[in-house]
């Protein structure tokens, strides 16, 4: 079938009186259940309530609506009108209005909308950024439209035509419009379900409990299935978090057979779900159990499976994903049905020549991950995963000698273990290009690392009202990624983010597998480890600083600390970490999803404001408040209570 | 069942003691992140603990304020107020 819009998929779907949208509701039982055939008159009456609204085809509509029933519809009948819905995450409620009123303006101002659609609540909040968008004509509380009764007077949609705007964080700069097409979510959507995951129309069943305002939740569950006719069980994202088993009690009830969630959301099930909250569970119609969003570890991962195994949960049902939001969703997934895929390569290689180069068949083995001195640690993965940035990997360091403590590298070599995130989608091209080749002229090889770039049709225009910007974006036409990585035999393989990259001697050495080591030794806290590189004080090389933090104040024990973690480092790594500091539990910078912010730790550190106890946090909280609205998966990892970023 | 205030604040400190990192000290004025190193992934991890303990829903709202157990306990106090259920 040729492409088609996504107004063309909703008026399609509606054939179907069988299949549509589900919603579950936290606080009672009731499960309201759309079909296709109501999703296309509700959403056709927000649409014509929109229109009546005053707006037309190519407005822009700000949606900030913390009820999935109402998102969903909003957002859908908006399109229909061809008008251009701009998903914003609602307040988090921390207490600091300021920084998120101070983001949402961005938003609002920067994409020019006309009108925001909200709920009551939060329209009570926004009067400051009503007052400062001078384009922003009204904010009007969804509450009233639920039982509009307007027609949805037709308007033509073309595959050209913009469908939305996705604001996105950047790691240094403000949220920026990743401007979609129906023709790149059309060809994102056959991607995906077609080549990806190989759906069956009508059959499968999703199950999300994905926000809406991000590309997962919202392409993947929310646009994806209209264009197949799925059926989908929507949870809301606060519910998974607080009890990660509603999730799996879903998958069970409604029989769902495709689910996605970032690494942690897989180790919160681990660590959270009860062996007497399993009884019952039965996940053996799960057979697509993506994993994405953010760097994907493999021992996560198996350890889900070994945990639900006995209910029915299959190995093979996992599909390691890579993609961005400037790719509307998706870049690459592993083969549906494969399980995870990894690649065993060479520290050295790596790290020397950023070369990834297969590892010899194990003498010894890349697993277990952690010496066997602490075999609690494999047992209890980290969550929130660590590593920072959109790359999915799994690095892990293994095959040293706990007994080597001599300078230079280890007696045996270190490798790496990497997940393979599988080829390109038909019709789009991933190579990785040396960060410098500013017109991409000169793909590298095989196994050759450099930074991933992507064309084909599911790549974004640019970012919207901002020339520059994408320019910057798209070397010689192809979009970079900022991921480094690599292609072997076709897959690709992320290795980092390329602005993280630390350079010792010539050689290219990942944060996170310095940080992974780090917190193997007890006493350190998993997960709450940073490493960078900087070149103050002395400006004459690059010095490797480590910092983590600990619950143990004895300044005696910091200092053994800190040689155990020098020690671990230099074991597996061969790498000689120049300063070790430690600090105090949540002493260090996160991002809103939680996941740490090494350039922000290096300035802190640099500026000699790391160690001045009150805390990174402290000095950066509007910056973290920018942070948090940039990110729009943020919003379900720390919406609440003095999250971590807000201390 | 009905409660007190002071049995309240006994079981909440009994529920932050189980999840504070070791070594805190967990005081009513202890702030969470900061005093107990729980992270806000665990914060949703000792409502659902104390759901089902005050046999309460904690909507997300109530929690937009909190800061300390201190802020927890009256959080929990009102609601069960609410339904009748704390005395004194």
């Not at chain 1, 600091?96 to 303006?105: F, R």
């Not at chain 1, 004509?137 to 308007?155: C, Q």
């Not at chain 1, 993280?500 to 010539?506: D, H, K, L, R």
């Amino acid at each position: 079938m040729s492409l088609r819009t996504v107004v063309q998929a909703i008026e399609d779907a509606a054939a179907s009186t069988k299949t549509g949208y589900r919603f579950v509701d936290e606080t009672n039982d009731a499960e309201p259940f759309f079909t296709h055939a109501g999703v296309e008159r509700q959403s056709a009456r927000f649409g014509g309530a929109l229109q009546a609204l005053g707006a037309k085809k190519g407005d822009r509509v700000a949606l900030i609506l913390p009820d999935n029933t109402d998102f969903v519809f909003a957002f859908l009948g908006a399109i229909r009108a061809g008008i251009v819905p701009v998903p914003i995450y609602p307040p988090t409620g921390l207490g600091k209005l300021a920084g998120y009123l101070e983001n949402t303006l961005h938003i609002v101002d920067k994409s020019g909308a006309k009108l925001c659609l909200t709920s009551t609540e939060i329209k009570r909040m926004l009067g400051s950024v009503q007052a400062k968008a001078p384009r922003l004509e009204k904010v009007v509380a969804v509450e009233t439209l639920r039982a509009a009764r307007e027609e949805l007077r037709p308007v033509k949609v073309d595959l050209d035509d913009v469908a939305f705007l996705q604001f996105t964080s950047g790691s240094t700069s403000r949220p920026k419009g990743v401007v979609l097409t129906h023709g790149n979510l059309a060809a994102n959507v056959r991607a995906i379900m077609e080549q990806g995951l190989a759906a069956r129309d009508g059959v499968d069943s999703g199950v999300s409990w994905l926000p809406l305002y991000h590309d997962m939740g919202l392409i993947g569950f929310v646009i994806a299935p209209l264009y197949h006719r799925n059926t989908v069980t929507f949870l809301p994202p606060l519910l998974f978090l607080k009890r990660p088993v509603r999730w799996l009690e879903t998958l069970t009830r409604h029989r769902g057979s495709i689910s996605f969630g970032p690494n942690f959301a897989y180790a919160l099930c681990v660590k959270r779900i009860r062996e007497s909250e399993m009884e019952g569970l039965d996940l053996s119609s799960w057979r697509i159990a993506g994993c994405g969003a953010e760097p994907i570890r493999a021992e996560n991962l198996r350890a889900f499976a070994d945990k639900f195994r006995s209910v029915g949960f299959s190995d093979r049902a996992f599909v390691s994903c890579y993609g961005m939001a400037e790719s509307t969703l998706a870049i690459a997934f592993s083969r549906a049905g494969a399980g995870v895929k990894t690649d065993v390569v060479l520290g050295e290689s790596l790290w020397s020549k950023g070369l990834a180069e297969a590892a010899p068949p194990p003498a010894v083995t890349p697993r277990p991950a952690i010496p066997p001195a602490t075999p609690s640690a494999s047992a209890a993965p980290s969550v929130p995963a660590v590593d920072e940035g959109k790359g999915e990997r799994g690095a892990v360091v293994g095959g040293r000698d706990p007994n080597n403590t001599t300078e230079g590298p280890p007696e045996r070599p270190s490798t790496i273990e990497i997940v393979q995130c599988g080829p390109a989608f038909d019709g789009h091209e991933v190579r990785a290009f040396a960060v410098d080749d500013d017109d991409s002229a000169h793909p590298l090889g095989d196994r050759q690392v450099g930074e991933l770039r992507l064309r084909g049709p599911s790549v974004m225009r640019g970012y919207f009202d901002d020339d520059e910007l994408t320019r910057l974006a798209f070397p010689g036409g192809w979009l970079r990624t900022g991921d480094l990585g690599y292609l072997a035999d076709g897959n690709v393989h992320i290795c980092g983010r390329s602005k993280e990259v630390i350079i010792v001697n010539g050689r290219n050495y990942y944060p996170q597998d310095l940080e992974w080591e780090a917190g193997t030794v007890p006493g350190v806290r998993r997960g709450n480890v940073i490493a960078f590189g900087t070149m103050k004080p002395h400006n004459d090389r690059e010095r490797v600083v480590l910092v983590f933090e600990t619950a143990v104040v004895d300044p005696a024990e910091h200092i053994r600390l800190k040689g155990e973690v020098r020690k671990a480092v230099q074991q597996s790594v061969g790498l000689t970490v120049d300063d070790v500091v430690a600090v105090a539990s949540g002493v260090l910078p996160k991002t809103s999803s939680g996941k740490l912010q090494r350039a922000k730790t290096r300035e802190a550190y640099e500026n000699g404001i790391l160690l001045g106890r009150s805390s990174a946090r402290e000095v950066d909280r509007l910056e973290v408040l920018k942070e948090l609205a940039k990110s729009q998966i943020g919003y379900f990892r720390h919406a609440l209570v003095g999250s971590r970023d807000e201390e | 069942m009905t409660w007190t205030r002071d049995s309240v604040r006994t079981e909440l400190l009994k529920v932050f003691r189980r999840h504070a990192e070791d070594g805190a000290d967990v005081t009513e004025g202890s702030r969470l992140v900061a005093d107990l190193g729980i992270d806000s992934l665990g914060v949703m991890e000792v409502i659902a603990d104390l759901e089902d303990k005050f046999h309460l829903h904690i909507p997300d709202e109530a929690l937009r304020e909190v800061d300390t157990i201190r802020d927890v306990a009256t959080a929990v106090e009102s609601r069960l107020q609410n339904d009748g259920r704390l005395e004194g």
